[in-house]
């Protein structure tokens, strides 16, 4: 049979390994915790620029949309002239109409794409 060896694991050391272990379980504890921190502002980072992008997105739908509807009445109102006077009036109309639409939905779109862009730096800072 052998023999036990006599020898052991001084005090000191086993107290420095367990304060080792420790410090690295917390160590890695904070790294999680910086982590899912970091991952979360990203998700809602990410989240805030969705929601800007779909808002300017169906703003672009809904000119679109508009400007679309606005020239086939033009064309409907051309192709119903029975003047050329007629048709330069309405064709003046149309255009006086989407300037003032064009400015209009530029201001709009300046706004919404601000209304994002103060979103997404507001989410950057929390």
Same mark, same amino acid.
């Given at each position: *049979?052998? %023999?036990?060896?006599?020898?052991?694991?001084?005090?000191? *050391?086993?107290?420095?390994? !367990?304060?080792?272990?420790?410090?690295?379980?917390?160590?890695?504890? %904070? &790294? *999680?915790?910086?982590?899912?921190?970091?991952?979360?502002?990203?998700?809602?980072?990410?989240?805030?620029?969705?929601?800007?992008?779909?808002? @300017?997105?169906? =703003?672009?739908?809904?000119?679109?949309?508009?400007? @679309?509807?606005?020239? &086939?009445?033009?064309?409907?109102?051309?192709?119903?002239?029975?003047?050329?006077?007629?048709?330069?009036?309405? =064709?003046?109309?149309?255009?006086?109409?989407?300037?003032?639409?064009? =400015?209009?939905?530029?201001?709009?779109?300046? %706004?919404?794409?601000?209304?994002?862009?103060? !979103?997404?730096?507001?989410?950057?800072?929390?």
């Amino acid at each position: *049979m052998a %023999d036990k060896t006599t020898f052991e694991i001084p005090e000191q *050391m086993r107290v420095f390994a !367990d304060k080792s272990v420790d410090q690295a379980k917390k160590a890695f504890d %904070d &790294f *999680m915790s910086a982590t899912a921190k970091a991952v979360e502002k990203s998700e809602a980072s990410a989240k805030s620029i969705q929601t800007g992008a779909r808002d @300017v997105n169906r =703003q672009a739908l809904a000119f679109l949309e508009a400007n @679309v509807a606005a020239s &086939f009445d033009f064309a409907q109102q051309l192709v119903r002239a029975r003047t050329v006077e007629e048709i330069g009036q309405i =064709q003046q109309a149309f255009l006086q109409k989407q300037t003032e639409a064009a =400015q209009s939905q530029g201001r709009d779109m300046a %706004d919404t794409i601000g209304k994002a862009a103060a !979103d997404m730096q507001q989410q950057a800072k929390k």
